[in-house]
């Protein structure tokens, strides 16, 4: 509403205060932003939210197992289809990480420092993740992508034509890197690509950050990093080490066994 002058003057409080109201309800998501319906040939199937980890905001939740098993089963069924994920943000809700870890320049496996604007990506791509990892899906079968042209917590299932790929998705929506490609064709290597962050499979009865649950992921994080610094500490990556060469032959101590191939 516009703001009155009344015949005396203008009223400055009133004409702030107006203004204020009216930038918010411009910038307001669930009334500037509203999902756009499916084209056709497209059928909507269900979506996951990520509202409750507020620590792990890309982690796909326990409340999604209805979700993901009822797209799993679709895809199965749908041999001429594929399955397009819509990843997106609320900026209203959803914040940058803060606390130790949360200035690093490469984000780590464990999803808790995952930058606001890589956010909607690694929810579609931790989504195909589990869907491929405890649900047997094909991995050429589905395409992660985002869309930021509405505002929420969640990522979207949806049906699509098989020839679906990452130029092209009957969605309109921003491909999404994953790494490794799993669909044809391939984005630019020079391209950044993002890996998913594993969780382990939702239980029957699961609650979004319980004791028990916070307890076991720790445990199966701390076993995870343990095993990447072995690695890392090696420096070999698993390769062989090569065997030294003797040392060079002195008058003192000449050598005994030649060193040039024959």
């Given amino acids: 509403m516009a703001p009155k002058i009344s015949p005396g003057g203008w009223n400055a ?6 203004i204020i109201t009216l930038g918010s309800a411009l910038s307001s998501p669930a009334q500037a932003h509203t999902k756009p319906a499916p084209s056709a040939g497209v059928e ?3 979506s996951i939210t ?14 999604a197992a209805a979700c993901l098993k009822q797209a799993a089963e679709r895809l199965k069924t749908n041999p001429d289809k594929k399955l397009v994920l819509v990843g997106v943000k609320d900026p209203a809700k959803d914040h940058e990480p803060t606390g130790a870890g949360s200035d690093r320049e490469e984000e780590d496996a464990s999803g808790f420092d995952v930058r606001l604007e890589d956010l909607s990506a690694y929810r579609a ?5 589990y869907l491929v990892k405890y649900l047997n899906a094909d991995p050429k079968r589905i395409v992660p992508t985002t869309d930021e042209t509405y505002f929420a917590q969640t990522v979207t299932f949806y049906l699509v034509p098989a020839s679906a790929d990452f130029n092209h998705n009957f969605l309109g929506t921003t491909k999404t ?6 669909i044809t064709p391939c984005y630019s290597p020079d391209e950044e690509t993002l890996t998913p962050q594993h969780r382990p499979r939702i239980l029957t009865g699961a609650v979004d950050g319980s004791p028990a649950e916070i307890e ?7 076993a995870l990093q343990h095993h990447h610094k072995s690695i890392d500490m090696e420096g070999s990556a698993g390769e062989v080490a090569l065997t030294p060469l003797p040392e060079p032959p002195t008058p003192e101590h000449p050598a005994t066994v030649s060193i040039v191939p024959r």
């Avoid at 409080?13 to 107006?18: H, L, M, Q, R, S």
């Avoid at 791509?125 to 993740?129: E, R």
Wanted: proline fraction near 7%; charged fraction near 35%.
């Fill in 177 to 182: 890197n994953e790494k490794p490609c799993t």
């Fill in 50 to 63: 990520f509202d409750k980890d507020v620590l792990r905001p890309a982690r796909v939740e326990n409340s």
């Fill in 216 to 222: 076991a992921e720790k445990k199966e994080l701390a």
């Fill in 13 to 18: 409080p009133a004409t702030i205060a107006a």
């Fill in 125 to 129: 791509v931790n989504t195909k993740w």
């Fill in 44 to 46: 909507e199937l269900c």
